[in-house]
T-cell receptor
C-alpha cells in the first residue's frame, strides 16, 4: 500500500462548480498536511497548510483533515478557470530533522471550463 | 519573497555526459531538496540536505549525487546521464524560522532531455 494515494484525475468541471480533491494515507505518524498547486511548466506553490485534524478556510479554499480516517480533502468553491492546475497533497511527520521530509501524492489535474 | 533559482530551464544532453543542475536560494534556508517529477509517478525525492556539507539519500538516489558547499547552493550531479533520467527536476528549500510552517519553496524546474 502506498503511503499517500491521490486520484490523478483528470477532473474537468464548469466554471462556478464546487471541486473536491482528496488524498488518503496509511502512516498515522503524519501530522502536517499541505496542498500545493502547480501550474503548467511551473514549480509547485503552497496553497493550504493544516496541522493535525480539523478544517481551515482561506477564501474559496477549504482544507479538511480527518486523522481517524486518514483522509484529507481540499474544496474549491466557485471554481474559476484560473484554478486550472495540478493539485498535490503532501504530508510530513514533523518540522525538525528528517521528520520534515514531505511525502507527496501524485497530483490531480483539474481543468475549470469557462 | 523567497526565491529559489534553478540555473537552467531546459537542457539537452547526450547519454554518458556529466550533467550539473544548480540551485540557489536567497532566504538563508537550512534545508534544500532535489526532486524529479514524471507523469504518473509524481514527485520523487532524490536527495536532501539539512546543512552545509550534509546530505541524505531520498527515495531514488541511484545515478545521482549532490553537493552543498555553501548554504545557499545545492547542486545535483548526474555522473553519466542515461535516457531514463529524462525528466523535470525541481529544487526546493525550507527553513526552521520560528513561526513558519516549514513549507517547501520550489524553483521553476529544469527540464532535462537525455538523447
Amino acid at each position: 500500500q502506498k503511503e499517500v494515494e491521490q486520484d490523478p484525475g483528470p477532473l474537468s468541471v464548469p466554471e462556478g462548480a464546487i471541486v473536491s480533491l482528496n488524498c488518503t494515507y496509511s502512516n498515522s505518524a503524519f501530522q502536517y498536511f499541505m496542498w500545493y498547486r502547480q501550474y503548467s511548466r511551473k514549480g509547485p506553490e503552497l496553497l493550504m497548510y493544516t496541522y493535525s485534524s480539523g478544517n481551515k478556510e482561506d477564501g474559496r479554499f477549504t482544507a479538511q483533515v480527518d486523522k481517524s480516517s486518514k483522509y484529507i480533502s481540499l474544496f474549491i468553491r466557485d471554481s474559476q478557470p484560473s484554478d486550472s492546475a495540478t493539485y498535490l497533497c503532501a504530508m510530513s511527520k514533523g518540522v525538525g530533522g528528517s521528520n520534515y521530509k514531505l511525502t507527496f501524492g501524485k497530483g490531480t489535474l483539474l481543468t475549470v471550463n469557462p | 519573497d523567497v526565491k529559489v533559482t534553478q540555473s537552467s530551464r531546459y537542457l539537452v544532453k547526450r547519454t554518458g555526459e556529466k550533467v550539473f543542475l544548480e540551485c540557489v536560494q536567497d532566504m538563508d534556508h537550512e534545508n534544500m531538496f532535489w526532486y524529479r517529477q514524471d507523469p504518473g509517478l509524481g514527485l520523487r525525492l532524490i536527495y536532501f540536505s539539512y546543512d552545509v556539507k550534509m546530505k541524505e539519500k531520498g527515495d531514488i538516489p541511484e545515478g545521482y549525487s549532490v553537493s552543498r558547499e555553501k548554504k545557499e547552493r545545492f547542486s545535483l550531479i548526474l555522473e553519466s546521464a542515461s535516457t531514463s533520467q529524462t525528466s523535470m527536476y525541481l529544487c526546493a528549500s525550507s527553513g526552521f524560522n520560528p513561526g513558519n510552517t516549514g513549507e517547501l519553496f520550489f524553483g521553476e524546474g529544469s527540464r532535462l532531455t537525455v538523447l
